[in-house]
């Protein structure tokens, strides 16, 4: 364990989840899509931990095999992001003009648009579906990634050492391989965990909204969506959904803080 | 009694001692210079008596001002003496500014904190500290942002909000380092002026032997946080006691004989 | 997929925006109201129990899900405590604006929840940077506590980089009104993309999303102007 306690309490949280995910894989108190009318909207009890939603499926079981879904999509989702984001970070800040500006500016529209409208736009043609959740989000953030990496391969481009090495003769693939993928490593390390963030509050989102992974499989969103028309009788049921994505999310954040903190201690704390 | 009394001042960030069992009076009307590299503590020894330090320092000993034990006290009534009883001058013209705010409004400030005036009042005595500190055209110069001074002006403003309110206790924390040569002297001639017209105590923070020796009558020379010699300034000068004071002078000397040879065109 | 025409789909929007617009505009102020005293006080106790307890508050802020806080909310306020509406809006429009007010209250307050969170963190960075500025300690010098101080010349120096973050969200305010939109039933701009969507009616949603993302550029640029007046060092580079 580092010392870093942001770093800690981060990798804790974020553990939960993909614990809970690979636990699915071989056993869940109940199937989660059982349908058990007797036992509809039951509050917690030893045999249903988090009670029951309307049509009596454990909640429980609901929320861990949910979590498949949610890390599912926001993985693939950062894997586009960032492999998508780094290309095209470190491609238009080593391509000449006339292919850079034209770059950018599309880079620059896809970051206006907000990756709830993006998703919506997607599933308005080809109808919600995890892949396009996946899509939107990974699309999404990689302008966001192409945007930071650019800046930053453009610090390194300017350094003497890589001026040096280009006047000598070194190809740009050589620089690239060299000078410039070892000094970005631990700055995507940072991005990647933010994007994690944000792509889990996505997903979570969208399958709220009715625009991500369809039924029947569990999805948190969806969960929540779902029991809100309950609440005037069960209010509890709500909760656990919203619950697991906050400590995900957090997890999330604090591990990408920590990392930031302890990979360049000079950097104040502020919100990125 | 005196008018400052400082007593195994120490000033710690963390573990790290910064200014190590400080002592030294200050009389009414005197002028003491404290000189030493930077590192050796006297910017922190002169913000801690304003109670300016930065939050992460820790300060313990004693700071006795007109009677008043300073560090113990809370940061309203700190503030009732700040730019009241004492005033400060700093180091950097420009960022001592607040770019956002006109000139005027700074200057008044202080009048405002401690005379109760209103801001019009403020702004009007503001025209006359202004001419006080040798600006010409206060009308213009109350109604200008910081970033539409020259460098001499903006620290002639600084002076004009030290002022304000008649000190006893002027601290000036190298007022003259960041301005250009020629305007140094100007700005150092007009500080000699008014703490003389004031009758106010001076403590002149530099790292400059020669700024010191013309504004000041006596000097504490400072090392890695230690005050290591304390003098009337012709006595430093005459009968330096220790090697770091020996040093600081002959240094001094070296570059001023260079300076004259440079001048005559000799071959340096 | 029904084919409206032009005149209709403007009329519809107008409609909507008269829910979606003042929702926006009440989260936003009440985003900036409890977020800059808020991170103001943070960055003040920078190294005290309370301002560390209101920083973990934010960083929690942002962690959770928009739509949760609404769900949230409507158990507490409108379930619970009965008080104000759990969804809809009232049909006569804003003629009775009482209810209206009502309706939108939750709503705001959830979409200021979120957005304030993000905009404390910001507040309270750019008033730690304040903080150090040489210009602080002139201005304490002078005779102010550390909280007079902030308040004379810290409000307007920590505003400039809140005001221009709140800028560069505004795409994620309108996604946010998207989503409490879908929590509270409410029949605004939002909740017609998620109709349009789920009939697949594509020319209506792209429409829509064109002109949104157009006034979204519109109020970036108000906010710049907004911003130049704020600063005037900015004013006299024009």
Redesign the interface.
């Known amino acids: 364990m580092t010392r870093n306690r942001t770093l800690n309490i981060g990798l804790g949280l974020v553990a939960f989840s993909p614990f809970m995910a690979l636990l699915s894989l071989v056993w869940t108190p109940y199937d989660p899509l059982e349908i058990n009318p007797d036992v509809s909207l039951a509050k917690p009890s030893l045999s249903h931990l988090l009670g029951t939603d309307v049509l009596g499926r454990d909640v429980l079981s609901n929320i861990i095999v949910g979590s498949r879904t949610t890390l599912l999509t926001a993985f693939l989702a950062v894997l586009i992001c960032m492999v998508v984001g780094v290309i095209a970070g470190i491609g238009t800040a080593v391509s000449p003009r006339w292919m850079e500006t034209p770059a950018i500016f599309g880079i620059d529209i896809i970051l206006?648009?907000?990756?709830?409208?993006f998703a919506?736009?997607l599933?308005?043609?080809y109808?919600?579906s995890t892949f396009t959740a996946v899509v939107a989000i990974g699309i999404a953030l990689s302008a966001a990634v192409a945007q930071v990496t650019r800046r930053e391969v453009n610090v390194i481009l300017s350094t003497d050492y890589v001026v040096a090495a280009h006047a000598s003769g070194s190809s740009t693939g050589r620089i690239v391989r060299r000078h410039i993928l070892p000094n970005i490593r631990a700055s995507l390390f940072v991005q990647a965990s933010g994007a994690s963030?944000i792509a889990i509050?996505a997903e979570?989102?969208l399958s709220?909204?009715?625009?991500g992974t369809t039924p029947p499989a569990p999805s948190w969103?969806r969960m929540?969506?779902a029991s809100?028309q309950y609440?005037?009788i069960d209010?509890i049921v709500?909760?656990w959904?919203?619950l697991v994505?906050?400590i995900t999310?957090?997890g999330f954040?604090?591990v990408g803080d920590g990392l930031r903190e302890a990979l360049d201690p000079t950097l104040?704390?502020?919100?990125s | 009694m005196s008018l400052l009394e400082v007593r195994d001042l120490v000033i710690k960030f963390g573990d790290k001692i910064v200014v190590d069992h400080v002592s030294f009076d200050l009389q009414a009307g005197e002028r003491l210079g404290i000189i030493g590299e930077s590192g050796s503590g006297k910017t922190l020894t002169s913000l801690a008596v304003m109670g300016l330090l930065p939050d992460t320092a820790m300060a313990t000993g004693s700071i006795q001002f007109e009677g008043t034990e300073l560090l113990s006290l809370s940061d309203r009534e700190m503030s009732k003496i700040c730019g009241n009883r004492i005033g400060m001058v700093f180091q950097e013209p420009l960022t001592s500014l607040n770019p956002l705010m006109r000139v005027g409004k700074q200057i008044a400030q202080p009048l405002r904190n401690h005379r109760n005036m209103s801001l019009k009042a403020g702004l009007v005595k503001a025209l006359t500290l202004c001419e006080r500190v040798g600006l010409p055209d206060p009308e213009r110069i109350v109604r200008a942002y910081p970033h539409q001074l020259s460098g001499g002006q903006r620290q002639r403003i600084g002076l004009a909000i030290a002022l304000a309110c008649n000190p006893v206790l002027i601290i000036a924390d190298e007022p003259t380092t960041a301005l250009d040569v020629t305007v140094q002297r100007e700005v150092l001639k007009l500080m000699n002026e008014l703490v003389a017209q004031e009758g106010s105590s001076l403590i002149f923070v530099t790292h400059d032997l020669p700024v010191v020796s013309s504004m000041t009558e006596a000097v504490a020379v400072m090392q890695h946080g230690k005050i290591v010699e304390h003098t009337k300034v012709d006595d430093l000068f005459a009968h330096p006691r220790h090697d770091y004071s020996k040093k600081l002078i002959d240094t001094a000397r070296a570059t001023e004989a260079e300076f004259k040879r440079f001048a005559s065109g000799a071959p340096v | 997929m029904s084919i409206l025409t032009g005149a209709d789909i403007a009329d519809e929007l107008l409609t909507k925006s008269t829910v979606t617009l003042p929702l926006i505009a009440m989260a936003s102020v009440l985003a900036l109201l409890f977020s800059i005293p808020l991170g103001m006080y943070a960055a003040l106790r920078f190294r005290r129990w309370d301002g560390i307890a209101t920083s973990a508050v934010s960083q929690l802020g942002i962690a959770v899900p928009t739509f949760w806080v609404g769900v949230i909310l409507i158990t507490i306020f409108s379930v619970g405590f009965q008080v104000l509406p759990a969804g809809g809006f009232p049909d006569e429009g804003w003629s009775s604006w009482a209810s209206c007010v009502k309706s939108l209250a939750l709503p705001a307050i959830t979409l200021a929840l979120a957005q304030g969170a993000m905009l404390m963190r910001f507040a309270r960075s750019a008033t730690i940077d304040v903080i150090q500025q040489d210009y602080f300690r002139t201005a304490r010098a002078t005779g102010l506590t550390r909280g007079q101080a902030l308040r004379i010349h810290g409000v307007r120096n920590a505003l400039v980089p809140v005001v221009s973050v709140l800028g560069m969200q505004i795409s994620t305010l309108i996604v946010g009104a998207i989503i409490v939109e879908s929590v509270f039933a409410l029949p605004g701009i939002g909740q017609m993309l998620l109709q349009d969507v789920s009939i697949r009616d594509y020319t209506k949603v792209q429409g829509t999303v064109a002109v949104t993302t157009a006034s979204v550029f519109l109020v970036s640029f108000l906010i710049d102007v907004a911003l130049n007046t704020l600063n005037p060092k900015l004013r006299q580079r024009q």
């Open positions: 206006a648009l907000p990756t709830v409208l919506i736009v599933a308005a043609v109808g919600p963030a509050l979570s989102t709220y909204l009715g625009l969103g929540l969506a809100q609440l005037i209010p709500a909760l959904p919203g994505i906050v999310v957090l954040n604090l104040r704390k502020s919100a």
